[in-house]
Nanobody
Framework: QLQLVESGGGLVQSGGSLRLSCAASGSRLDHYAIGWFRQAPGKEREGVSCISKRDGYTYYADSVKDRFTISRDNAKNTVYLQMNSLKPEDTAVYYC?????????????????WGQGTQVTVSS
């Protein structure tokens, strides 16, 4: 059974960068499509980015397009989310999630495997 653990969150000033990691164990990550989601206090969980299992398809929410980059290193069983030009409105708990197969989606209901989340706080 796939298990996911996020890391790399923290406190950063507006305009700064962070790289989140989603490390997998229990199964090969290249069997799964992976999504990154975030949830700010009082808000619904939002799909930020996702990446397919093998064909290189990626998706970005409009709010992060051209600032965030998702990538995967199947040899390291890890998916990354590089976040640049961070804004205070990016402050949230960030989660990675996995679903078997190639198709990635930004819809949280499409994922059955979730990490515990990592806090990202961007100060103004």
């Amino acid at each position: 059974q796939l298990q996911l653990v996020e890391s790399g969150g923290g406190l950063v000033q507006s305009g700064g960068s962070l790289r989140l990691s989603c490390a997998a164990s229990g199964s090969r990550l290249d069997h799964y499509a992976i999504g990154w989601f975030r949830q700010a206090p009082g808000k619904e969980r939002e799909g930020v980015s996702c990446i397919s299992k093998r064909d290189g398809y990626t998706y970005y929410a409009d709010s992060v397009k051209d600032r965030f980059t998702i990538s995967r290193d199947n040899a390291k069983n890890t998916v990354y989310l590089q976040m640049n030009s961070l804004k205070p409105e990016d402050t949230a708990v960030y989660y990675c999630a996995g679903r078997p197969g190639n198709v990635a989606t930004a819809n949280a209901s499409g994922y059955g495997i979730w990490g515990q989340g990592t806090q990202v706080t961007v100060s103004s």
